[in-house]
């Protein structure tokens, strides 16, 4: 996966049975797909709270937020509850959109945390790749939709 290629298509259901196919999303805008490693977990609940703290700068430029890991729809649900966030959640429990996409592991072994800025036309315009910084994807993804507009 480079940054200026397509995005791989994909077709999934969020945690509040929502059909997404992508192959038709970015007609209508863009998407920004981050992949965290679990619900709940202080690195990931900032990094999900920072995006919810900035949806709206990122529904003005016409994109849309989807949170991807590998938990469970009532984990989703409860987790986005707890923290009011606006954006769905994708269960990702056998990890086919990680696959899919190259999410890198964390050391190897555990689930990595990505972000992927998809434009309209499906082009991904940045991937970002950080384990331990949270709000720095939020501030990669605002950058990359101000530079691609």
Same mark, same amino acid.
């Given at each position: ?50 995006? /919810?703290?900035? %949806? @709206? ?7 849309? #937020? ?8 009532? $984990? ?48 991904? /315009?940045?991937? %970002? @790749? ?7 994807? #939020? ?8 530079? $691609?507009?």
């Amino acid at each position: 996966m480079k940054e200026g290629t397509k995005a791989p298509d994909f077709t999934a259901v969020t945690a509040d049975g929502q059909k997404i196919h992508f192959d038709q999303f970015p007609r209508r805008q863009g998407l920004v797909l981050f992949f965290y490693p679990r619900d709940g977990t202080l690195i990931c609940t900032a990094e999900a709270c920072a995006f /919810r703290d900035s %949806y @709206s700068k990122f529904i003005e430029a016409g994109f849309d #937020v989807i949170g991807v890991s590998g938990d469970s729809d009532a $984990s989703h649900q409860k987790f986005a509850e707890q923290h009011s966030l606006p954006f769905p959640l994708i269960s990702d429990a056998d990890g086919t959109l990680r696959k899919l996409f190259h999410v890198p592991k964390t050391l190897g072994l555990l689930p990595g945390r990505a972000t992927y800025v998809i434009d309209r036309e499906g082009i991904i /315009r940045r991937i %970002y @790749s950080a384990a331990l910084a949270s709000d720095d994807h #939020v501030k990669q993804a605002l950058a990359a939709i101000r530079e $691609s507009t």
